[in-house]
């Protein structure tokens, strides 16, 4: 079973978004870090009875900052996933079309074989007129051609018979 669009370029939509979300990941990891130097330094500016307003400030910001990525990661992955849940959907539901179609295709073969059988089996059980000659159809049509041939023995003949015969757009075998 092959892949449908709609499938191909939801996944194609997940693999960029997977890359912008391990890419915003290095990012938060980048940020986390930095807030973990900055709470040492706090730790030790407070220890020393420094000032630390502004770098509790700055902590926040980077903390708010990683919070904020870790948001949007999670949007990103939520919004992804739901992509790909509809794209699953409209996939199957493309796939079950294509079956249908397919179905139905095959009923109108089914059909169209089963209505030449028919037909081949009306002309096998006729006669034919050559130029005049009534010749009744016994054989049953080619199986790779579908042609039928006029196997009849017409007899008695006569020469204006065979010649009428043979010089008509049908070919005959005549047996004399």
Excluded: C, F, W, Y
Excluded at 4 to 23: D, F, H, I, Y
Excluded at 82 to 100: F, L
Aim: aromatic fraction near 0%.
């Amino acid at each position: 079973m092959a892949i449908s669009n709609v499938m191909t370029k939801s996944l194609l939509s997940a693999s960029s978004a997977m890359k912008q979300v391990r890419a915003q990941e290095g990012i938060k990891k980048q940020m986390e870090g930095k807030a973990g130097v900055l709470k040492a330094e706090i730790k030790q500016d407070s220890g020393r009875g420094g000032d630390t307003a502004k770098k509790e400030e700055e902590l926040a910001a980077v903390e708010k900052k990683a919070t904020d990525i870790g948001n949007m990661q999670m949007n990103q992955m939520a919004e992804m996933n739901k992509n790909m849940n509809e794209a699953s959907k409209a996939d199957a539901e493309e796939q079950k079309r294509a079956e249908k179609l397919e179905e139905q295709r095959e009923k109108k073969r089914a059909e169209r074989k089963e209505h030449l059988e028919e037909l081949q089996e009306k002309i096998a059980e006729s006669t034919v007129s050559v130029d005049g000659a009534e010749v009744a159809v016994i054989s049953s049509p080619d199986a790779k051609s579908g042609e039928v041939h006029l196997d009849e023995v017409i007899a008695p003949t006569s020469a204006a018979e065979v010649k009428t015969a043979s010089t008509g757009s049908v070919t005959v075998d005549v047996k004399v």
